[in-house]
């Protein structure tokens, strides 16, 4: 398993002071949402949710984050923040980007790095590091000279390390610990103490004592210019983005280091499935190449967006259908894009069923849940976007697909077992690609059961410290080089909660958006847009159990659709027959995949000829998709179309 060096689109531009940790743990978390599964589970078994009086936030086998005493405050900067990115700062440094060659740009970084030398010499001397004075003194003495100012990096070229400090990190390291979360006007996350410190590095920065600050403004646009679009990006694809980056912040700021320790025992199946959160276009402008568009739907009245990359000439046309909690503009969602595109197919890709945007713009019930609700409502969604796409480009597209991964592959099979059956006027497709797809979501839901209560295996005095260690070591593993990760170092127990954790995430998100909708009156915290941390606690307690027994089942029975009709439908054994007569699917998944156990391997293989089921040995659930070998058989899948 491989983890390359990342850095969050959260990190790298939300966060903007300088003690930063540019690395994202909301990145994994945000792309394993992607594939969280739902079901009915009736084995009589007690739900574990705990009873939580308004305002109470402990949560059980979750991490612990900074408290955040002025979260309405907070949430009403970083609203002011996310506009001054999306709407200003990220439009104006694409065109920046593009007239400034790249060169240019280096040498800016570099003179602004060199120029503030003073602060990091004062704090590795106030830290008493010696050697890192040292280094970072050499540094600055061969760049203003051997550099021309500061303009080129010859230091680094030869070998001499860098040695970061700032005011926050020596705050921490006199033992100031953070403790409270603060969110900084212009600047982005922080907390008490990073925040005292970076006032600190702004006095040693030497442009602010000259007569050219525009110098000052001219350094910090150009740092914003390259972290600007992957901003965008995640606040778009986060459907509370502030929620995330303040996750972000406890662990990512920490100074110290986590303990790297683990039982030797690992799990395959887990480890790999991580790797999905390393999974990206191998263009990083990719997402600039593509246009992102809006269909006024026919079934809500509301508009829809959609993000679409279109051949120049006539060419099938690829719609791509991600997880339950992924979005349109994801990691993953535009790596397939990428490919598919790569290979002379139009493409149009959707944001999950589960997803916030999805429910406010295209669901017509309160909670997603019920299969062909759901799948009735992407399908009005996906055929009023090909009719505007038809109207605006006469004779480019030609055959139609649907490819969808996880839950997005589960309802692609679901759908072509149930064409017969829905309405004339929706489109039809000529071929369906169903990667990773679970077969019985019940089982699904059971498994990542078990990865939620997966501290449970750690002694109960020390187990809320190994969660907060592993969500710490989650940050640091991401910011490694891949080198350094051919032996990722999470246990079994880790790499489980680390999964089960991003599906609480997805759920978390599902439960609060459906009771803002449509509130039944089942939580007891109050629900605000502006004061989310009580009753986030409260929902963290929920399982996928909970949310079916509490939420779903009542809600639904009003609507005369009872529990039969739920074990039914999740269940794609019900379409066995239909499945196996048609002839325009095809299935790529693991053996190792969790959501998959050994009977649905076997009826996968009974149901779906060679020439449509693909089966690879490991990868876990989506960990492969950026492979090679999987990208193949995706084209693979779709011979023939053109």
Known sequence: ????????????????????????????????????????????????????????????????????????????????????????????????????????????????????????????????????????????????????????????????????????????????????????????????SHATGAVGDELANPLNYTDYRYLTYGTYYNELSGKSESAAQFIQTESDSYSGTKYLWTYGAKESQPDWSASPERDLPTLQTLNAATIRPKDPDFLEHGRQMSVRL??????????????????????????????????????????????????????????????????????????????????????????????????????????????????????????????????RFDRYVALNPPVNLQHGAAVIASYQEAPLEWPAAERQERINNAAHKAVKVIGLPPEKLANPPFDATESKFLIGMSFSLTLRDTIYTSQMRHNMHVLQSPLSRWRRDAVYSEILNYSFHDYYERFVIPYYQELGIGRKDFDREVDLRTYESRLHRLKNVRVITNRNDFLLNADDISWLRSTFDPSRLTLFANGGHLGSLGTPEVQNELIKALQGLK
């Open 1 to 192: 398993m491989n983890f390359p060096a990342a850095r969050s689109s959260a990190s790298q531009v939300l966060d903007l002071t300088p003690t930063a940790k540019r690395i994202s743990w909301c990145a994994l978390f945000a792309t394993l949402s992607a594939c969280a599964p739902t079901a009915t589970d009736h084995s009589g078994a007690d739900s574990s949710i705990a009873k939580l009086e308004p305002g109470v936030r402990h949560i059980e086998n979750f991490p612990e984050f900074l408290p955040d005493p002025a979260e309405p405050l907070n949430r009403a900067i970083w609203g002011i923040n996310k506009g001054l990115v999306t709407g200003i700062v990220n439009p104006t440094a694409r065109g920046y980007r593009k007239v400034v060659p790249a060169r240019a740009r280096e040498s800016v970084a570099d003179f602004s790095r060199n120029i503030t030398y003073p602060g990091r010499l004062a704090n590795n001397l106030l830290q008493g590091r010696w050697k890192g004075a040292g280094e970072e003194s050499l540094r600055f003495l061969t760049n203003t000279t051997v550099g021309i100012g500061g303009l080129f990096d010859p230091a680094t070229k030869w070998g001499i390390p860098e040695s970061d400090a700032s005011f926050g990190q020596t705050f921490s390291r006199w033992g100031w610990e953070p403790n409270l979360f603060v969110m900084v006007p212009l600047l982005g996350p922080s907390d008490d």
């Open 298 to 427: 026919t079934s809500t009245g509301k508009n829809f967006k959609f993000n679409c990359w279109l051949q120049p000439t006539n060419a099938p046309l690829v719609y791509v259908s991600p997880g339950l909690g992924s979005h349109r503009i994801s990691n993953m969602t535009l790596a397939l894009a990428e490919c598919i595109y790569q290979q002379g197919y139009s493409v149009v890709t959707l944001t999950g069923v589960y997803h916030p945007e999805f429910m406010e713009q295209a669901s017509t019930v309160a909670m997603p849940a019920y299969p062909p609700i759901d799948e009735h409502d992407l399908m009005v969604a996906i055929t009023d976007i090909d009719q505007k796409l038809t109207r605006k480009y006469p004779d480019r597209f030609g055959k139609r697909v649907l490819v969808g991964f996880s839950m997005g592959a589960f309802q692609a099979l679901h759908i072509a077992a149930r064409e017969s059956s829905e309405e004339p006027r929706l489109l």
